[in-house]
């Protein structure tokens, strides 16, 4: 097993407390993402254990770069955010494990023995609030926004993702609407404190 983490002692503790499991073997702490895809590919876990918000590479993005490259490292979400997008996301990335830091460390334990064994293991309450708030914007209008929330104008997106001023602003429009937000700003806060961006 990996364990990425970018906060020492959580990094630390972590793998104490895993290592202290008769079947639990830790082969690797790394504290970015880039550093757990590079162990990932080098070292093939069985499973690998990833915070979301961490430096050069998401949770989220690392365990995409995995599905798209293919190994049979099973990945588990274990974070402080409870936010319903983040968990429809990292679904969508092919994540088998999502976990609150909250949860007792015998939760993870098992969940880490259950998606070894093939089983998908999500937080309860988080399952049920994703299914009742779907995020509602397109791939495209997420990337506008978020470049927008970046602070970068129309015409620099519209530069960056070789789109038209028009079809930017467009875009901006939709997600704003969508997120009945007053402007781009709201709109990004709006998505963000839902886990959509």
């Known amino acids: 097993m990996i364990i990425a983490e970018d906060q020492a002692m959580v990094l630390g503790a972590l793998a104490a407390l895993l290592e202290l499991e008769?079947?639990?073997s830790v082969v690797a702490q790394v504290r970015d993402g880039k550093q757990a895809l590079a162990?990932?590919?080098?070292?093939?876990?069985?499973?690998l254990i990833t915070d979301i918000e961490m430096p050069n590479m998401t949770g989220l993005e690392l365990a995409a770069a995995l599905q798209a490259q293919g190994p049979a490292t099973r990945v588990i979400i274990l974070t402080t955010?409870?936010?319903?997008?983040?968990?429809?996301?990292?679904?969508?990335a092919g994540v088998r494990g999502y976990l609150l830091k909250e949860s007792p460390s015998r939760e993870l334990a098992d969940a880490i023995r259950r998606v070894h064994a093939g089983e998908q293991v999500v937080n309860p309450r988080l399952a049920a609030e994703a299914l009742i708030e779907r995020d509602p914007l397109t791939?495209?209008?997420?990337?506008?926004?978020?470049?927008?929330?970046?602070?970068?104008?129309?015409?620099?997106?519209?530069?960056?993702?070789?789109?038209s001023k028009g079809t930017v602003r467009n875009h901006l429009s939709q997600a704003i609407s969508k997120l009945s937000?007053?402007?781009?700003?709201e709109a990004a806060r709006i998505a963000k404190s839902k886990g959509w961006l």
């Open 22 to 24: 008769p079947d639990v």
């Open 39 to 47: 162990a990932t590919l080098e070292h093939r876990p069985d499973v």
């Open 81 to 92: 955010f409870a936010r319903p997008g983040y968990l429809q996301r990292a679904l969508e």
């Open 139 to 163: 791939d495209r209008e997420r990337e506008v926004l978020q470049l927008a929330s970046n602070g970068a104008s129309s015409g620099e997106i519209a530069s960056r993702l070789q789109l």
């Open 181 to 185: 937000a007053s402007n781009r700003v």
